[in-house]
């Protein structure tokens, strides 16, 4: 049976202690896509939360899908596909610089929150996630990085060929979708990082 003080050490449970050289160079990082961008205080359930454990009996139920996880985790590698396909025209310097320029964002907010990943507290619950590893899985939880760029660019092109939006948009389901089939990100996380895209777009608008 689990004690009242060890749920509430639970919620004292972080990713890691602080940003890498790496990461914190991408949070120092200037950008010139995104001006004065404001992004309100996001909110996830506490770790101890009822939310929470649900989330993770939901991950546990899913069958992890290894090449699914994969065949998304280059955001703008599938983008690049995806315009292949559809006989458009693709500038990858420009999608890359709308990744490079966002994870500015994206990791500033995952280390202000610093949520463990799925795997660190379904192991405080006995729960076998069984998740994929993948290098890309190497930060805090909260918002997930792939669902912000997945959409960003969806968006972004949505718009720029109107009449390809399903398309575009179906991908920026999969690859923010991925990382939960993945186990990597809770669905609290994806909702985040959709809206967290939501904000980029907006900006750029």
């Given at each position: 049976?689990?004690?009242?003080k060890?749920l509430?050490?639970?919620?004292?449970?972080t990713?890691?202690?602080?940003?890498?050289?790496?990461?914190q160079?991408?949070?120092?990082?200037i950008?010139?896509?995104?001006?004065?961008?404001e992004?309100?205080?996001?909110?996830?359930?506490?770790?101890s939360?009822?939310?929470?454990?649900?989330?993770?009996?939901?991950?546990?139920?899913?069958?992890?899908?290894?090449?699914?996880?994969?065949?998304?985790?280059?955001?703008d590698g599938?983008?690049?596909?995806?315009?292949?396909?559809?006989g458009?025209?693709?500038d990858?310097?420009?999608?890359?610089?709308?990744?490079?320029?966002s994870?500015?964002?994206?990791?500033?907010l995952?280390?202000?929150?610093?949520?463990?990943r799925?795997?660190?507290?379904?192991?405080?619950?006995?729960i076998?996630?069984?998740?994929?590893?993948?290098d890309s899985?190497?930060?805090?939880?909260?918002?997930?990085g792939?669902?912000?760029?997945?959409?960003?660019?969806g968006?972004?092109?949505?718009?720029r060929?109107?009449?390809?939006?399903k398309?575009f948009?179906e991908l920026?389901?999969?690859?923010?979708?991925?990382?939960?089939?993945?186990?990597?990100?809770?669905?609290?996380?994806?909702?985040?990082?959709?809206d967290?895209?939501?904000?980029?777009?907006?900006?750029?608008?």
């Amino acid at each position: 049976m689990i004690k009242l003080k060890d749920l509430l050490e639970l919620n004292d449970m972080t990713y890691n202690d602080g940003p890498t050289e790496k990461h914190q160079s991408r949070i120092d990082r200037i950008v010139t896509l995104f001006k004065d961008l404001e992004i309100p205080t996001m909110v996830y359930p506490e770790n101890s939360s009822k939310e929470t454990l649900e989330e993770l009996k939901y991950l546990a139920s899913l069958e992890a899908n290894k090449d699914f996880a994969k065949e998304n985790d280059n955001v703008d590698g599938s983008f690049k596909d995806l315009h292949k396909d559809l006989g458009l025209q693709f500038d990858i310097s420009e999608a890359k610089l709308h990744l490079r320029e966002s994870s500015k964002f994206i990791v500033e907010l995952k280390y202000k929150y610093n949520r463990p990943r799925p795997y660190q507290l379904a192991e405080f619950y006995g729960i076998d996630l069984n998740g994929v590893d993948l290098d890309s899985m190497k930060t805090p939880s909260f918002p997930s990085g792939h669902a912000t760029q997945g959409y960003l660019l969806g968006m972004l092109y949505s718009e720029r060929y109107p009449k390809h939006k399903k398309e575009f948009m179906e991908l920026a389901e999969d690859i923010a979708h991925s990382r939960v089939i993945a186990k990597a990100h809770y669905m609290s996380d994806k909702k985040a990082g959709i809206d967290l895209a939501k904000k980029l777009f907006e900006n750029l608008k």
